[in-house]
């Protein structure tokens, strides 16, 4: 099951807006050096709309090669088409990849039944162990929680969700009704702490790519049971959350469209 | 400081739709054997914006008389006037309550400077303990946080917020800004066990109306650090919050709106 | 059949935050001899939610009186209480209002089913004729188009419907369906010319308050078939409105929550 | 100037989820039979962001050529990235579209400085004609005014704008400040009469998919002052959009998911 502090690692890029490989692995290493417990490469702190299929491929072949199996690498390959989100999971985990992570279509609002079939037509083409991604920040909707339930019932292939909703009570849901069966895992960093208190797996936070060490105390602090210590690390992730991390996300968003 | 577990209780009516002073008492007793810490008289399931001021005040006297000091009671004095907030908060301070919630003007959608004078106007003309009401759900908005902080810093006579905004990062930022200071409460039955895990010093629940019990067993397992306990009872929570309560909640304003 | 352009007028204070009769007498005598078709009283610019009872009788008596039968007068009766939106539009008919016009209950979001029954029980207890008040804005939700038709169908004393969606669609689907049976008002003044267009029969806009003249004219220049000078007037209030209309709203709520 | 009907015409698929090119090329003949001013190819019924890079040139190329030069084709290139959108613009100019029509990025929600770059960027990159595309139902956001005026303004390439925000206040304002330099063109079916009459010089709607023949009708009965009729037509297009189009986009939808 996966478990732990996963880092939506941001994807480097050089003033010609090219991937900057020597950046990516830097970064791996940084990362790995941090006591993270793996990676989310493209995720939406990895600018995945913004990136070209070759593009994508190119970054997880970078990442999985520097990694080399110290820690798990888990793929983002969602595209709005379920065709290209089924080709590029299928080439990600020849790449190396030990899991994928697959935002719901974006641009459009797709019915329960048309998500429930977009990931199923995904699961039948592939091998890959598959974690769902919901971020209605940036798709404008939730996953129905009947989707997913139905879909983690179905499919042993779906291993776990990442909930960037920011509601605990998604969250709580998630973990009454599927909690012993797949990984959630909480994905804003306001609610890594609430989200362990009530079974949460761990977390995927953007929060991580500039406090990588503090989500690991948090995580480590919860594990021995040191609830005073894990409370405050939340406060102050609280803090940087909102100033650092909303002011990092929008930085990362202009160098793209200026380039 | 305002601590445990509070009930916004419903009020009743009778078949001629006036308030059911019986009925009403019943509750009153009803709560207090459950154990709850304290009542919340007027809230959102105590349906205020659909009764007069002269029915406001006639609950407060109800609920004052029946308590008769066993446990505080908090009285909502809301109008989206000014002029009638402070008129029914003066009131209520003679009544007896031993303070007073007030959610913001309701319809339209005042500027944080709006809402900043119309608190302070009411804090000016009163003497009586005030905390304030996040509820966007039925506001439309939520009250900046820099208002609240700037309200509790001005003025000892705040002394709580309940924060039905549904957002941890929300109830986060007011226990690390403003939770040595003034009660903050949770105001939605998923966020208790969350909420008293980052340092929250109560909960104010609509959940309460239905299983006064579970929420108190809740917090004493929270405050003897059965963790493990609290956890399993806020799953427990979660679903009767999802199942009942939204059904309750219909249920009372369909009721009223067919008088 | 209400026809024609109608100011919702606003309601003036003095210093002391009490109702400025004089003030309000000439605001009368402006607008009619602005050429204006009739008087809204007590609606979203007459600042409604902000006065009590009292004061609400207290204006619509001021404008009853000074308006004199010179034009209508239509007076807002809401309160989010059913029982007392009927008492004050039972005095309001005593008053000599020639009709009244009610917001649905803001702070809840009542069901369909409750709107119906809270628009029919105000119907069945009172004889005035009723124009409903759809503001979306300020209420949170819009009233659905079945209730409306249903009101519409069963009670002749619905007259006329002010729409404040701001959505053409909507009022096209208004005038589709009820357009022949009663009144269908454009509620906001980006809307006059297009709903006209459309068959609706007049308009109730804040933009009036500033600009009744350009109103009135707009108005017959559409009845007079100069479609190229409706147009240019209505572009002409397109930029007041987004830009005095505005200002002005919130002039007037910060005015109020400075009391 | 761009001006009349133009269809956003869907693309057609077989059983394997392929370009259906026969149905395509018979599309392309029957909306030319119907009297259509021009088509739009790969709009949102074109679903373009479910095909990929090379099913839009090939949609772009059979259109083209199907379409000979008898109607005016506007293709539909956009992507999240810039990188990608400038090279499908390019590729569609090469293939022979009269203009192209550009959504901003979707996913993400790009500041206004970052939107002024986005398309300053493409501008600069190529030659072709460009038609901003403001569709907040799927992009979750607004593409400010100020945007749209700033880039008119400096950048001649810009040609129109199709306004999709249902908001006639919003068209009214693009009329009044850009209506004579570039074309403004309704989005959605029920502003269709209601835009022509404050200026606009044409619209592109998903009706006409289904109902070709009628918007034409609607935009000659405009053309030749035969208001009564054009007022009737719209007020039947708007149930038609209502039950049809919304109902006809979903199926389009499912259809795609379940490939």
């Known amino acids: 099951m ?13 003033d010609a807006e090219e ?21 989310v490469t493209l995720g939406s702190n990895g600018e995945f709309p913004y990136l070209s299929y070759e593009e994508r491929k190119r970054v997880l072949k970078i990442v999985v090669d520097q990694t ?8 983002g ?9 089924i080709a590029l999971t299928k080439e990600a985990w020849d790449i190396g990849v030990d899991a994928v992570i697959i935002a719901p279509p974006y641009y459009f609002k797709p019915s ?30 939730n996953i129905p929680l009947e989707v ?34 797949i990984s959630i895992l909480a994905g804003t960093g306001d609610l890594i702490y609430p989200a362990l208190s009530l079974g949460a797996h761990g977390a995927v936070v953007a929060v991580a790519n500039v406090a990588p060490r503090l989500c690991v105390d948090l995580y480590s602090a919860f594990k021995e049971k040191k609830f005073e210590r894990a409370k405050r690390i939340q406060l102050k992730l ?22």
Do not use: C, W
Not at 246 to 253: D, E, H, I, M, T
């Open 77 to 85: 390959t969602a595209f709005s088409s379920t065709k290209e989100t």
């Open 238 to 259: 609280n803090y940087l959350n909102e100033v650092v991390v909303k002011r990092y996300n929008q930085l990362s968003a202009i160098k793209e469209s200026m380039n």
């Open 112 to 141: 329960p039944r048309e998500l429930y079939y977009h990931y199923a037509a995904i699961i039948e083409a592939t091998d890959v162990p598959i974690l769902i991604y919901n971020v209605p920040k940036f798709t404008g909707y």
């Open 68 to 75: 080399n199996g110290r820690v798990p690498v888990i793929g």
């Open 148 to 181: 997913i339930n139905r879909l983690a019932e179905e499919y042993s292939q779906i291993i776990g969700i990442k909930d960037s909703s920011g509601l605990i009570s998604r969250i709580g849901e998630l973990i009454r009704t599927l909690g012993d069966k």
């Open 2 to 14: 996966i478990e732990g502090i996963f880092v939506p690692h941001v994807t480097p890029f050089d």
């Open 19 to 39: 991937i900057n490989e020597e950046a990516l692995r830097e970064l791996v290493e940084h990362f790995i050096n941090s006591g993270i417990y793996g990676l």
